[in-house]
């Protein structure tokens, strides 16, 4: 990459976080190529100044940065291996983001996979949901070489308020991990705090006004207490993929012998309403406890 131009990015992945993260770059200015498994999102942001390409080898024989975020370990590895994948198109010194929520294992073993394709890789998972990412304040949690973070802080910058460096490859993962185990558990909490209100004679909307007004809800769980007073959960972080998150969090406690009881039977409960059809928003968990206490007829509401 020369010093006196912007390198050229390429996006792979445009769902409700990478599309608003792609407009970011070509916001901050950044010539951008993308690509997406369904066309029909792939048009909205070619209309927006993007090239776009037809393989993910395509992309990335064309650009000095590659970015990835997909939604689980198997859009990875289609956008990655095989002869139209990342890895066959990525070039010597060419630089790899993978911003995709996967486990610390993927991303070290694809780290090792650009190097011997001579390109460099970080591991740059994302916290925050898509009005953060419309806005430009993402946290990102980068693990990978601190040089090649250092390198690669003015695109981080594009898309998010902090970059913060968390150590070697697979460090950006874990920390996201860490912090998707408080995410999702503390909606299971409110959940069940909420049901018990209710079923105790509590007013649905008194009882959500006031939890709004204490201290022990986060921001990130703020809003979705008015999810719950509408009874709509307009997905920013699907319960699917909340469900995904707890099983990656489950794995890399069993490989480090990690005892986490509340957290494996927060996830037990999400799996419990993903099995009874629910992909809206992770939020929808305070209907699904309410309903599992009874709390399912209108003048209950």
């Not at 986060?218 to 008015?226: D, I, N, Q, V, W």
Request: net charge neutral; with cysteine; proline share 5%.
């Amino acid at each position: 990459m020369s010093e006196d131009r912007k390198p050229m990015i390429g996006f792979i992945g445009l769902g409700y976080m990478g599309t608003p993260m792609a407009r970011r770059l070509l916001q901050a200015g950044y010539p951008l190529i993308a690509y997406n498994r369904t066309q029909e999102k792939l048009q909205t942001i070619v209309q927006q100044g993007a090239q776009k390409a037809a393989t993910p080898r395509e992309l990335a024989l064309a650009c000095d940065i590659v970015i990835s975020c997909v939604s689980n370990e198997q859009a990875l590895a289609a956008v990655s291996e095989g002869p139209d994948g990342i890895l066959a198109g990525l070039k010597p010194q060419s630089i790899w983001l993978e911003m995709s929520t996967v486990s610390p294992d993927t991303e070290r073993h694809l780290a090792t996979a650009a190097q011997e394709k001579g390109g460099r890789m970080l591991d740059a998972p994302v916290s925050g949901s898509t009005p953060q990412a419309k806005e430009g304040t993402l946290l990102i949690w980068v693990g990978g070489d601190q040089d090649l973070y250092q390198q690669c802080l003015p695109v981080f910058q594009a898309m998010g308020k902090a970059a913060l460096h968390m150590g070697n490859n697979g460090m950006g993962s874990t920390m996201k991990l860490v912090v998707n185990s408080i995410l999702a558990l503390e909606m299971q909490a409110i959940a069940e705090a909420v049901s018990l209100g209710r079923k105790a004679g509590l007013e649905k909307d008194t009882l959500l006004d006031a939890l709004g007004q204490t201290t022990v809800i986060a921001p990130a769980h703020r809003g979705k207490l008015e999810n719950s007073k509408n009874d709509d959960y307009p997905v920013q972080f699907a319960l699917p993929l909340t469900r995904k998150d707890l099983g990656l969090i489950a794995e890399l406690a069993s490989q480090r012998s990690v005892p986490m009881p509340a957290t494996s039977a927060a996830e037990q409960m999400y799996a419990a309403a993903l099995a009874q059809g629910h992909t809206e928003d992770f939020s929808v968990m305070t209907q699904f406890m309410s309903r599992l206490a009874g709390l399912n007829t209108p003048a209950q509401k």
